[in-house]
């Protein structure tokens, strides 16, 4: 991996920052939803209006690689008991105990083009948190 790619892994990621990312992205229409530059561009603007501009190129793509462990994650089940379908085409409520691990749970290397978040840690860190809250 680059090294900007291992800074962007390294990065954080508030959960609100992560939580009004996934917000964004959501309301975009589904064929900008889908794409890279269509989330890249709608991050880019949520961090300025945020006002979190410095380091956008890098909070930005922290963000997607974020994006991408957690849909990996869905997409293998392994979130099965915490997402609900959603009213669009490819569009599921996530818990915000599983949005809050994926703001702040490492992220792990699979290959050279690949990040992803270890399950089992990933589930005991959303099962901790909500345990904390009386969600669980």
Known sequence: MSSFTDRAMSAEVSPELFA????????????????????????FRLLEERDEADEAA????????RLEALARLHDDRGLRAWTLPGDAEGADYI?????AAAA???LLAID???????????????????????HA
């Open 104 to 106: 702040v749970e490492p």
């Open 58 to 65: 890098l909070n930005a793509f922290a963000i997607q690689l």
């Open 112 to 134: 050279d083009h690949t990040v992803g978040f270890d399950l089992e840690s990933f589930r005991a860190r959303v099962l901790a948190d909500a345990a904390v809250r009386g």
């Open 20 to 43: 009004a990312s996934l917000e964004a992205i959501g309301e975009l229409p589904a064929d900008q939803r889908g794409s890279f530059e269509g989330r890249a561009f709608r991050l």
């Open 95 to 99: 818990h915000a105990d599983v949005v």
